[in-house]
C-alpha cells in the first residue's frame, strides 16, 4: 500500500487510524512508509510479529538509532544509549540488574499506604460541581510526587522535572516544545549532573537515587553524565505514562456508562479494568529497532539499517489474539497486550504503574459518585504518544 502517513504526528490528531491498521494487519502486516527525510520505515502491525521483533535484539537493535522513528544526530543517539529502553544486550542486563530489585512486586506493593495519601491528598483539592482541566489538574500530580519521593527530590523541584518530562515526551506538540530541540532532555540532564554532585557529597539516603549512585553498572559506578542520562529515562518514563494511562482510563469509562457502572459497583474489577485501558489505550503508539541485517518478517525482507517501529496500537487489537479487539471490555480475560512491553525490555516500572492505577481509581470512583465529561477533550500532537493534553470533567 502507499504511504499513509503513519509517522506524521498530525495523522494522530484525531485519534488512531484503527479502520487503517485494521485493513492493514490484514493486507500489508509489515507496512513500508518512505518517511518525510527520505529514510525507510517499516511499521509491524500483528502481535506474534511485534513480538519476534522485541524477542531478537541481535536482529533489530534498540541502541543502533536509538527508540524513535525520526532521524537523530549522531550526539542523540549517543545519549539515548546510556538509557535502559535503547541498550542492546548484555549491556542492557548489566544496567537493569542492579535496579531490578527496587521495582519488584513485593518491593512496590509497600508503597501503596503512600500512594493512597497522595490519591486523597490530590482528590480532596479537586473542586466538587466545577469544571477541571483533568489530565494536568488531577492525574499528572500523582506520578509525579510518587517518582520525586522514590528519587529522593526536593520537593520544590517536582513541578519544575514535570514540566522537564513533558518537553521530553511531548514536544512534538507547540505547548510542549522548549525553546529548542531537546531542550527538555539537556535541562533534566544538567538538574541530574547537579544531583548527583551534591547527593555523592552527602551521606546515602533511602532513595534511588542513592542506590544508583551507589552501585556498580557494568563493573564501575556510574559517573556524571550516565547517571543523568539514567535518571532522565526514569524521571520521565515514570512521569508520563502514568498521566496518560490514568486520565485517558477516566476518558474510556465516561465513553462506556455501563462499565464504569460495574467498576463503580464491584471495584474487584479495577485491575482488569486497568490491564484493559492499558490495551484499548496504550500510552505509546511504538517503539523503534533498526536491522543490524536484512532480516525476515512474515512475508518481507527487511533491508539492514531500516527503521523498524514496534505498533503496540496496531497489536493491541490484533483479531487473532483479542476476540471483538475494538471493543472496550473490561472483563477480558486473558488479555496479552503489549503497552508494557516484552521480552528482555519488559516495562521496569510494570509494578509501579498498575499500583498506581488501581489505587487512583479505587479513590476516584469511591469519593466521586458522578463524573461527567464537561467538554471535548483534545488531543496530543505525537506520533509516539496516544495521549490527551486537556480532559475537561465536572466531579460531584
Known sequence: MPGLGLWDPDTFLDGPPHDLLTELRHRDPVHHETMADGSDLWLVLRHRDVVKVARDSASFSASLGGVVIETLAPEQVEAM???LLAMDPPKH?????????HFRKVVIEQLEPRIRSVCGQILDDVPRGEVVEFVHDVTADLPTRVIGELMGLPEEDWSYIHKLAEQNTSGQDSDYAGDEPQDGMVQMALYAIQLAQRRRAEEPAPDLTSVILGTEFDGHLMDDIEFA???VQLVTAGNDTTKTMLSSGVLALLEHPVQLHEVRD?????????EE?????????YFRRTTTRDSRLGNVTIPEGHKVAMYYTSANRDEELFEDSQRFDIHRSPNPHLSFGIAEHHCLGVHLARLEGRVFFEELLGRFPDIALAGSPVRLRSNLNNAYKHIPVQMR
Open 277 to 285: 485501558i492499558l490495551r484499548w489505550a496504550n500510552p505509546l503508539h
Open 266 to 274: 464491584d471495584p474487584t474489577l479495577i485491575p482488569s479494568a486497568v
Open 229 to 231: 542520562t539514567f535518571f
Open 93 to 101: 542486563l548489566a544496567f537493569r540488574k542492579p535496579v531490578a530489585p
Open 81 to 83: 544509549r546510556g538509557m
